[in-house]
C-alpha cells in the first residue's frame, strides 16, 4: 500500500476546518496535520481545546505557531505608518493576518515535506482567493486542497456528516460570526446581508464597561507606538494589546465597512477595533505636525494602494517592499506625545507634542501674525501664484469674443 497523501491543515477549529479534518482522513485517506496560525485570536485555553478536538477527528498531529511578531513587523507597523483604512473606514483587521496565515501554512507544510495544503474556504468570500494565492506562490509544488468550496457544502451538510461519524460537538449556528485578531475583530450577521440595517449592540463582543471618560496619552516613537500614559513597553504588540484592553471597555472602534471584495461583489462586515482605530488616528495627528505637505500628499497616495494590495492578496507582490521602503522612510520625525480622550463609544484626539513639531511659533501663529516674511513679500507671492489662471482668462475671453 502506498503512503497516505501528506496535507497541512489551516486549521481554525470552526466547523468547516473539522469537517476537513473528518473527512479528508475518513473519506480521502489522508494523513491530516492541523496547523492553527495565532496572530492574536486564540488564548492558551482555547488553543488546547482545539488541539484536542483536532486528534478526536482524526488529525495526525496540531501544531500552534504565534505568527504574532512576524504579523507585526512585517505588516502592522506598516498599516500605521501609512494610515490603512479601506474605504477610510476599516483597518483590514481579517484581510491582513489571511495572509500571514496562509504563509506560516506553506512554510510548515515544505519545512514537513507535506505533498499537499488545505483550507475550509467556502467559494463566496475572499480568503479563498488569499490562502490560493499565498500557497501557489509560497508552495506551487503543494495541491490544494478545499473540501468546502469544491463540494459546495451547507453548514447543515456539514453538520450532519460529523455527527454521522460520531462527532456531534452541536454545533449551533451562532447568530453571530466573530473573527478576532490584534489588529480587529470583525462581526457578520444577518444584518450586514443586508444595506441599511445596524448591528445591535449585544452583536459586537465589547460591551460598554466604562462610562466616566479618560485622557490617555500615546507615546509614538519614529511612527511606532512604544508607550501609553508614560509606561514604556517591551514591543510594540505589547503596547496594542494594552491599549485595546483599556479602550473596548468604552465600546469604541464599532463600525460596519462596505467594500468591494476580490471576486466583483460588494461585501459588507461589521467590525469593532479599538486600538487600531485610535493608534492610526493619533498617528495621523502627529504626521500632520511633523511631516510636510508633499510627504503627507504622497503617503497617502501610496498607502492607499498598500492597503487595497493587501486586502486583495497580493502582499508577496515585490511592490510592496518598495511602498515599504518609502512608508518607513518617511517615519524618522514621526516621535512625540498624543492626547486622546475616551468616552463611550467614541474618542476625540485633542493634541500632540512633539519636538519635531512644524507648527512652530517662531515662524509664525496662523492667522495672528507671521514673523518669517513681510506684507509685501506675499503681495509679490500673490501676484506670481496668480499668473497662470490670469492668463488662463484672458486668453479664454480673447477667444469667446471672436
Avoid at 287 to 315: P, R, S, V
Wanted: net charge negative; with cysteine; hydrophobic share 35%.
Amino acid at each position: 500500500m502506498s503512503n497516505p497523501k501528506k496535507v497541512v491543515l489551516a486549521y481554525s477549529g470552526g466547523l468547516d476546518t473539522s469537517f476537513c479534518i473528518k473527512y479528508l482522513t475518513q473519506e480521502k485517506g489522508m494523513e491530516v496535520h492541523a496547523l492553527t496560525v495565532n496572530t492574536g485570536g486564540f488564548d492558551e485555553e482555547e488553543l488546547a481545546s482545539m488541539e484536542k478536538k483536532a486528534f478526536q477527528l482524526g488529525a495526525s498531529s496540531f501544531e500552534a505557531i504565534d505568527a504574532l511578531p512576524n504579523y507585526y513587523e512585517q505588516c502592522i507597523r506598516y498599516l500605521i505608518f501609512g494610515n490603512v483604512l479601506r474605504n477610510n473606514t476599516y483597518p483590514l483587521s481579517v484581510s491582513a493576518e489571511r495572509m500571514f496565515q496562509a504563509m506560516e501554512v506553506a512554510r510548515y507544510a515544505q519545512s514537513i515535506q507535506a505533498d499537499a495544503v488545505a483550507h475550509g474556504s467556502t467559494g463566496a468570500g475572499n480568503d479563498q482567493v488569499r490562502f490560493d494565492l499565498a500557497f501557489g506562490i509560497m508552495g506551487p509544488e503543494l495541491e490544494i486542497i478545499t473540501p468546502i468550496r469544491d463540494m459546495q457544502l451547507s453548514r447543515q451538510e456539514e453538520i450532519d456528516y460529523l455527527a454521522k461519524h460520531g462527532h456531534d460537538y452541536e454545533w449551533k449556528k451562532a447568530q453571530y460570526s466573530i473573527n478576532k485578531g490584534i489588529w480587529g475583530t470583525s462581526v457578520g450577521g444577518a444584518e450586514t446581508l443586508t444595506s441599511h440595517q445596524a448591528l445591535p449592540d449585544h452583536a459586537y463582543p465589547s460591551p460598554l464597561a466604562e462610562k466616566d471618560p479618560q485622557t490617555v496619552t500615546l507615546q509614538f516613537e519614529q511612527g511606532e507606538l512604544a508607550g501609553i500614559n508614560g509606561e514604556s513597553f517591551q514591543h510594540p504588540i505589547d503596547a496594542i494589546q494594552a491599549l485595546e484592553n483599556l479602550a473596548s471597555r468604552y465600546a469604541i472602534g464599532r463600525d460596519i465597512h462596505v467594500g468591494d471584495t476580490i471576486i466583483g461583489i460588494k461585501g459588507r462586515v461589521g467590525f469593532e477595533a479599538a486600538a487600531a482605530l485610535i493608534i492610526i488616528k493619533g498617528h495621523h495627528l502627529l504626521e500632520k505636525h511633523t511631516l510636510t505637505k508633499w510627504q503627507q500628499y504622497w503617503k497617502e497616495q501610496l498607502a492607499n494602494w498598500y492597503g487595497m494590495l493587501l486586502h486583495e492578496g497580493q502582499f508577496l507582490d515585490p511592490v510592496m517592499r518598495n511602498i515599504e521602503t518609502f512608508l518607513r522612510d518617511t517615519q524618522d520625525t514621526v516621535s512625540g506625545t498624543v492626547h486622546v480622550r475616551l468616552l463611550p463609544y467614541r474618542f476625540e484626539l485633542q493634541g500632540i507634542e512633539s519636538e519635531y513639531d512644524l507648527m512652530n511659533s517662531a515662524f509664525g501663529d496662523y492667522g495672528e501674525m507671521n514673523k518669517g516674511w513681510s506684507g509685501d513679500d506675499v503681495k509679490g507671492f500673490t501676484k506670481i501664484l496668480a499668473n497662470q489662471s490670469k492668463i488662463h482668462k484672458l486668453v479664454q475671453e480673447t477667444s469667446d469674443s471672436k
